[in-house]
């Protein structure tokens, strides 16, 4: 493992299969919680408690506890037995001759029969996830693929092996892969079984694949313009339209907000010092002066923590969202195509119609093929409302709680203040 | 913010009223642990007084140019009286700012002794960018009333400065003050700046107690500036923080008009941004009062600072007054032994000219006995005047010192409970916002 950074990341060392505690485990185990899985923040005032026992961490949308919410809350799975759970977790950095790079440990657990085992864990690099999503996009284009973190980092603006970036990192692939793992279509990918359960993936890349959906589809890139989308393809276009600028405008608030309070903080930062050198020279205002100042430094370290908290799970969950409506926009596009070739195909045999020759079967495949594409698009976006709105929910309550939290320690500090500063009045009062 | 609840009756040095506070620093003959309430002579003990409104006027001014100007009314009201029951008329009068200052100068001459309030800034300064610096500025001019109200109280509570006449002229009789005050004669008593910038360079033997407190103002100036100044930066960033939350209001407003299910919870949580925005004005509004309060100590400092120069310049009259005395003494025995032991222009001419006659020798050593009892008398005289000084003014210092301890204090607590409001008022919000999120 390498040394050198400044925060190294942790080197926990790949855990045996065994002892990957199965979240749906009927064991009682009153074991510390695995640390990898949980965000290292511990567990804040309103745990939740998983199955097993342990207490979880709901401030990540990406932690186990939005699984549980999504078992709690969503409706389709009610019923539906949860038979596939993934997690992403333990980043390691490797240095090689060529280069250095992340990997994450993906861990596996599954009573599927498409796996010939029941559990699974193994590194991945990013690299592999763009790969398994590329797949995707290709074996399953009627399906609304999750996204992936941002691919290409500025190499001297952002410090790719920072703990924070790599962290932030983490999440959202832990994310991607479970959005995959709660789909019912895609999750049944043979390339999504590849990338959790292969040694080697690059074996697997080559072979000529049967997917459960049948051949693979090839879609004309342009050449066909559709007549017009379906009213509600069009209202899911314009939506995505404005909500992505929607998304934009708070990313742009958040920001600044994040600006403010660091300038905020650096004139705290000066702030509370003054009154320590103030009480250097009092006698009876000694004690309440450094008092105050202990009391700005720390409201000053509550308010890092929420810039800090801010700017890793906040902005890049929103940011992330953006890049969901992207490839959604796209998959809306390839349907208008579908529609455009059929229509296309369509036009052209009905010129023909006086022949009275029966509906050729391509422009059948043709037909089939919109009706698929449409079905699949509405149950996805079905889907991905449902899970827009439990992620904003999470995200926005997330936000709120992380500045009540921040409020509430410079309300403990003040409060424990006042008796400081009230103190000597009380002495005096006695001794009259 | 009245001074010290707690007072002891001592010698009477004072005509006017002899109330000072014991402090364990006190080294004239006090009988600790004798406690008498305050209010026995102090003018608030007769009379209420308030500033209870401010105006603009306009008028010519001296050089017959037309300016505008704000006035301040002063009401008073006897005491005694509204204790019965009864509610007798205010007294009422107006007054300008340089009035007040006119006042405030008097006040300085007349008892160099005492620690003399300072009044509120004559300009604004320490402003934050909302805050206007412009002296007609209506938030201005309140903060000012209550800043000169302030002032007034502080000086009719005082043990010395409330039995002034001229300072219940300046409550009572509106017309014909300020000629009165000038009668007085103050001016011509005033020390020249001159004169005391030379003393504090020149002055030998000034009581260490001073100059130890001239460094205490010193720094006390110091640090009180800079924490004012960067509360005010503070401020102008704590604003901006709050304010670009009111733009959460307007864009969760506009996405809720495109959700079905999560439109309501948006655009309800807009709303309880939108009272966070807002929120900050009255928070930092409070914040100026506690800033005000700091600004009164800063000014003090000035006046500590005042004080003491006070006592350097009689310190080194007297020097002066010893000075001369002994070489007028030295030249009394030159004269009378005929020896000269230092070079002088005396010296020097006697021997070029030639020694004086007997006649004239006798009429100066005549001239100088008189000038020597003369001498002794001055010497004698400011010996009194700057022990007098010493002991009045470091009595007024340990009643200001106790002052300055109990006032910042509060102003601590009250900034402390005003951030502990912040706080909840911001827990209060989010709170509701979160609620509002819950139900998306």
């Known amino acids: 493992m390498s040394a050198g950074t400044p925060r190294a990341l942790a080197s926990s060392g790949q855990k045996p299969i065994q002892d990957i505690r199965h979240p749906l485990s009927a064991e009682e185990s009153a074991l510390s919680r695995s640390p990898d899985v949980l965000h ?8 939740l408690i998983l199955p097993n026992g342990t207490p979880v961490d709901t401030s990540s949308p990406t932690s186990s506890s939005s699984l549980l919410n999504r078992l709690q809350l969503d409706d389709d799975l009610d019923g539906e037995t949860r038979d596939l759970f993934v997690t992403v977790e333990d980043p390691k950095k490797h240095v090689s001759t060529m280069e250095t790079y992340i990997t994450y440990r993906v861990c596996t657990k599954t009573t599927r029969t498409e796996f010939d085992l029941p559990e699974y864990s193994l590194r991945r690099r990013y690299q592999d996830f763009d790969w398994l999503r590329n797949k995707l996009e290709e074996s399953q284009p009627t399906h609304l693929i999750p996204p992936l973190p941002e691919k290409f980092v500025m190499k001297g603006v952002v410090d790719r092996f920072s703990e924070e970036f790599v962290e932030t990192r983490r999440k959202a692939l832990d994310k991607f892969l479970k959005r995959v793992a709660d789909h019912p279509v895609l999750s049944f990918n043979e390339h999504f079984n590849a990338f959790l359960s292969a040694k080697d993936l690059n074996k697997r890349q080559g072979l000529a694949l049967l997917t459960k959906m049948g051949e693979s589809v090839k879609y004309v890139t342009g050449g066909y313009k559709v007549r017009a989308r379906p009213v509600e393809f069009a209202a899911m276009g314009d939506y995505l339209d404005l909500f992505t600028q929607k998304l934009g405008t708070i990313d742009r608030i958040a920001q600044r907000i994040i600006k403010e309070q660091s300038e905020f903080l650096m004139e705290l930062r000066e702030y509370g010092p003054v009154y320590s050198s103030w009480s250097s020279f009092e006698e009876d205002l000694h004690d309440p002066l450094e008092g105050v100042s202990g009391c700005v430094s720390n409201c000053s370290s509550a308010l890092e923590e929420l810039t800090e908290d801010m700017s890793e799970d906040f902005l890049p969950v929103l940011r992330e969202y953006v890049l969901y409506i992207e490839s959604m926009k796209n998959v809306l596009k390839k349907r208008d195509q579908v529609q455009a070739e059929y229509e296309t195909k369509l036009e052209a045999v009905v010129f023909r119609e006086d022949k009275k020759t029966s509906v050729p079967a391509d422009v ?21 409302e449902n899970n827009k709105r439990q992620d904003f929910r999470q995200l926005l309550t997330g936000m709120s709680d992380k500045n009540i939290q921040y409020y509430e320690k410079c309300l403990a500090a003040w409060e424990s203040l006042i008796p400081l500063l009230q103190d000597k009045q009380e002495a005096k009062g006695e001794t009259n | 913010m009245l001074a010290c609840d707690y007072l002891v009756c001592t010698q009477a040095s004072f005509p006017f009223c002899s109330l000072f506070v014991i402090h364990k620093y006190d080294t004239t003959n006090l009988t600790p642990g004798i406690i ?5 002579t102090s003018l608030l003990k007769k009379m209420e007084i308030s500033v209870a409104e401010a105006e603009k006027r306009t008028g010519k001014n001296a050089v017959n140019m037309q300016e505008t100007y704000t006035v301040y009314l002063i009401e008073t009201r006897p005491v005694d009286a509204a204790s019965e029951g009864t509610n007798p008329a205010l007294d009422s009068l107006w007054r300008r700012y340089s009035e007040f200052e006119l006042l405030r100068n008097y006040l300085l001459v007349t008892y160099p002794f005492a620690v003399v309030p300072p009044l509120p800034e004559k300009r604004a300064e320490f402003v934050w960018h909302k805050l206007s610096a412009d002296n007609m500025d209506p938030d201005f001019v309140e903060r000012r009333r209550v800043g000169l109200e302030n002032f007034l109280l502080r000086v009719a509570s005082h043990p010395v400065l409330s039995s002034d006449k001229i300072f219940y002229l300046f409550l009572t009789e509106e017309n014909g003050w300020k000629e009165t005050v000038f009668e007085t004669g103050f001016q011509a008593k005033a020390d020249s700046r001159l004169k005391a910038l030379n003393a504090t360079f020149r002055v030998k033997n000034p009581d260490k107690r001073f100059a130890e407190m001239k460094h205490y103002g010193d720094e006390l100036q110091s640090v009180i500036s800079q924490l004012l100044r960067v509360r005010a930066r503070a401020a102008d960033r704590l604003y901006g923080v709050y304010k670009v939350h009111g733009n959460y209001g307007r864009v969760f407003s506009e996405w809720s008009a495109i959700e079905k299910e999560m439109g309501d919870g948006l655009q309800s949580a807009g709303h309880h941004m939108d009272a966070y925005a807002a929120s900050v004005d009255d928070i930092l509004e409070e914040e100026e009062h506690y800033a005000d309060q700091l600004k009164e100590y800063l000014f003090y400092a000035d006046a500590l600072r005042y004080m003491c120069r006070k006592h350097e310049l009689t310190q080194y009259e007297l020097e002066m007054a010893v000075q001369d005395l002994t070489s007028k003494k030295q030249q009394q025995e030159e004269l009378a032994t005929g020896t000269i032991r230092t070079f002088s222009l005396k010296g020097m001419t006697s021997k070029l000219f030639g020694q004086e006659t007997p006649e004239q020798r006798e009429a100066k050593l005549k001239m100088l006995e008189t000038q020597i009892e003369e001498g002794e008398e001055q010497v ?36 402390a409970i005003m951030q502990i409001s912040m706080c909840k008022k911001g827990i209060q919000v989010w709170n509701n916002a979160k609620e509002c999120f819950n139900k998306m």
Do not use: M
């Open chain 1, 40 to 47: 290292p923040g511990g567990a804040g005032e309103r745990d």
């Open chain 1, 364 to 384: 059948e495949k043709c037909q089939d093929r919109v009706e698929c594409f449409n079905a699949d698009l509405k149950a996805d976006w079905d889907r991905w």
């Open chain 2, 36 to 40: 008498y309430n305050i209010w026995d």
């Open chain 2, 380 to 415: 004698k005289e400011r010996n009194a005047e700057c022990d007098e000084f010493v002991k009045s003014a470091w009595v007024d210092i340990e009643r200001f010192k106790e002052q300055k301890d109990h006032d910042l204090r509060e102003s601590l607590i009250s900034y």
